[in-house]
């Protein structure tokens, strides 16, 4: 079993950064691809970043490219999303994801675990 838990979000101004945390426990050697989601109310879910927990390699959303980054703590079992000049149309409810090397890495169908999910309000 893998079992992510996401834990940073909260209510933040437009402008200001914040950090968000997705601790991983099980066996999770077998998932190679940790991801970033975010759904905001009434929309679908909708892919932010992901990185293959052997190698590094990362890859953005073009609407967060050059404010998020996403990186890993191999020891810790944890993956983060530094975010940075937060926007009001980042405000969502933020998962985390594990799952294996594909083709479909920006698909959530790609990702067979998921944590609960952590809220981020940017106020303007």
């Given at each position: 079993?893998?079992?992510l838990v996401e834990s940073g979000g909260g209510l933040v101004q437009a402008g200001e950064s914040l950090t968000l945390s997705c601790a991983a426990s099980g066996r999770t050697f077998s998932r190679n691809l940790?991801?970033?989601?975010?759904?905001?109310?009434g929309k679908e879910r909708?892919?932010?970043a992901y990185?293959?927990?052997?190698?590094?390699?990362t890859y953005y959303a073009d609407s967060v490219k050059?404010?998020?980054?996403i990186s890993s703590d191999n020891a810790k079992n944890t993956v983060y999303l530094?975010?940075?000049s937060l926007k009001p149309e980042d405000t969502a409810v933020?998962?985390?994801?594990?799952?294996?090397?594909?083709?479909?890495?920006?698909l959530?169908?790609?990702?067979?675990?998921?944590?609960?999910?952590?809220q981020v309000t940017v106020s303007s």
């Open positions: 079993q893998v079992q940790r991801a970033w989601f975010r759904q905001a109310p909708e892919f932010v990185i293959t927990w052997s190698g590094g390699n050059g404010r998020f980054t530094q975010m940075n933020y998962y985390c994801a594990a799952g294996g090397t594909g083709v479909a890495a920006v959530p169908a790609n990702y067979d675990y998921w944590g609960q999910g952590t």
